[in-house]
């Protein structure tokens, strides 16, 4: 069993060559393996700022608080450390790597956390599986990571690089935007196969309840003003399609 804790996290970012300001103001959260966390709230609430500071992005400072994995503290890890210990980040915005296959850059990142690099043909058979599942054309593994890839196709990729990484808590920041039904539907079934097979604790934060017609919720937390103001279960998601976020809005500032 995995324990993912966050204690008390206050994170500042950076908005200027040296001015800094705070975004987190005392977050506490439990996410156990197998679980999964939905992390709804209004734009500007600090869901993605939380995402970032906990993998280790320079833009952003835990200035207190304790993130926890398995009673290890996170934030003395580098960002590598923090991968090979489990913890994934899957971005937003994943960015173009040209000149980088695809490939090899799954290769070389399975090699970075498993701490051998896998035999080639194994892998091989391994990622042509991972991709079938997620409908990816085989053709891709031998393009640049991302390059000319539509948002679609992208998270796909976050999602291939999960299920090969098989972390112990995957953070999931809007994987759903940008999606159509059918990528919807395809990347959602993706996050289900790798928490089930690999036991793993999700974060998924999101604005809409749309993905969590296909990626069930154990708990959902409403996020505003730089903390959790409201938790509850799946029944809280549809509270939040129908009234919106207005009432939190008030509690978080």
Do not use: C, W
């Given at each position: ?8 996290v ?12 705070e975004?987190?103001?005392g ?7 197998g679980?999964t966390h939905?992390?709804m709230?209004?734009n ?10 906990i ?19 996170v ?22 790597v040209?000149?980088v296959?695809?490939?090899n ?8 956390v ?7 043909r ?6 042509q ?12 593994a ?33 994987t ?6 059918d990528a ?10 790798a ?23 154990d708990?959902?937390?409403?996020f ?6 409201e938790s509850?279960g ?13 009432r ?6």
């Amino acid at each position: 069993m995995t324990k993912f804790e966050l204690r008390g996290v206050r994170a500042d970012v950076l908005i200027g060559a040296e001015e800094r300001e705070e975004i987190l103001k005392g977050v506490d959260l439990t996410i156990n393996s197998g679980e999964t966390h939905a992390i709804m709230g209004p734009n500007g609430s600090g869901k993605s700022t939380l995402a970032y500071a906990i993998a280790g992005h320079p833009k952003y400072e835990i200035t207190d608080g304790e993130v926890l994995l398995d009673g290890e503290n996170v934030l003395e890890m580098s960002v590598d450390e923090r991968a090979r210990a489990g913890l994934f980040l899957a971005m937003q915005y994943p960015v173009e790597v040209p000149g980088v296959s695809m490939s090899n850059f799954l290769r070389s990142s399975v090699t970075a956390v498993r701490g051998e690099a896998p035999k080639l043909r194994a892998f091989s058979k391994e990622l042509q599986g991972a991709m079938k599942g997620l409908a990816i054309d085989p053709v891709f593994a031998a393009r640049g990571v991302n390059e000319g890839f539509s948002g679609g196709e992208k998270k796909r990729h976050e999602i291939l690089q999960l299920e090969l990484l098989k972390p112990k808590v995957a953070i999931l920041d809007e994987t759903d935007s940008g999606l159509d039904v059918d990528a919807l539907r395809v990347v959602s079934e993706g996050i289900n196969h790798a928490k089930e097979t690999h036991e793993m604790g999700v974060m998924l934060i999101t604005h809409y309840t749309r993905i969590l017609n296909y990626v069930k919720p154990d708990h959902v937390h409403v996020f505003s003003g730089g903390r959790i103001v409201e938790s509850g279960g799946p029944e809280l998601a549809d509270s939040l399609e129908a009234e919106g976020y207005e009432r939190f809005v008030k509690a978080g500032a």
